[in-house]
C-alpha cells in the first residue's frame, strides 16, 4: 500500500566534494515530503508502513579521483532494525521497481529489467553502492561505503530502502534485499 507521508525522507542530499581535488565536481541533490504517486509532483515515496511517517535520510557522496564515499544517515525509521539500502539506475516512480536496478559500475550484461543482477562477479560491494543500516532504539542509524570507481556523467537516480535487514552475497542471490519500502528520487 502507498500511503501519502510526509515528511520520510524529506531531507536527501547527495553531494560530490572533495575539498582542495581540481579534478572534483560538487553535485547536489534533495528530496521533498513523500506524497502518494500519481499526486503533485514528488521526489519521495514511500510504498510500506516499514518506512514510517517522519523519518528522514541523508545520503552524501564523495568523489575522489579513483573512488567514491557514500553516507547514508537516517532518523525515525524503526527502532533495532535493518534497512538494505541502494542506489538505484532510475528515478522513482509509482511503483518501486520503477527506479530500475541497482547502479552498477560494471554492468552485468546478462541482466534484465525483470531479472536484475544476481551474480556476485557485477552484484557485490565493490560494483554498487551498499548502504546496509542497523538503527537504533530511537531509529537513527549510519552507513557508510566506499566504491573504487569515480563517479562520472553516468550517475546513480534513486536511493531504494529495502525490507531485509542486509543484502544477500551468496552466488545467485547476490545483491538481492527484498521488496521495496521507499524511494528517493536524486536531482542534481
Not at 503533485?40 to 518506512?51: V, W
Not at 560494483?127 to 552507513?143: I, K
Not at 552475497?169 to 545483491?175: E, K, L, R, T, W
Request: aromatic share 4%.
Amino acid at each position: 500500500m502507498i500511503r501519502r507521508i510526509a515528511p520520510f525522507l524529506a531531507l536527501i542530499a547527495a553531494a560530490l566534494v572533495v575539498a582542495g581535488c581540481s579534478s572534483s565536481e560538487v553535485r547536489r541533490a534533495s528530496g521533498g515530503a513523500l506524497t502518494a504517486p500519481g499526486g503533485a509532483a514528488s521526489t519521495a515515496l514511500t510504498y510500506n508502513a516499514a518506512a514510517p511517517a517522519g523519518a528522514n535520510v541523508t545520503v552524501e557522496t564523495v568523489r575522489a579521483e579513483d573512488s567514491t564515499a557514500a553516507t547514508l544517515t537516517a532518523q525515525g525509521l524503526l527502532p533495532d532494525r535493518g534497512y538494505a539500502a541502494h542506489l538505484h539506475t532510475r528515478p522513482c516512480g509509482p511503483t518501486g521497481n520503477d527506479a530500475g536496478p541497482h547502479f552498477q559500475n560494471r554492468v552485468d550484461p546478462a541482466a534484465t529489467p525483470e531479472k536484475p543482477s544476481s551474480d556476485p562477479a557485477y552484484a557485490n560491494p565493490q560494483n554498487e553502492f551498499w548502504l546496509d543500516l542497523r538503527t537504533d532504539a530511537s531509529g537513527a542509524g549510519t552507513a557508510t561505503t566506499t566504491v573504487p570507481f569515480a563517479l562520472t556523467d553516468r550517475a546513480p537516480a534513486s536511493l531504494i530502502v529495502h525490507e531485509k535487514e542486509m543484502t544477500a552475497i551468496a552466488p545467485g542471490q547476490a545483491g538481492t534485499a527484498g521488496g521495496r519500502l521507499a524511494c528517493v528520487t536524486l536531482t542534481p
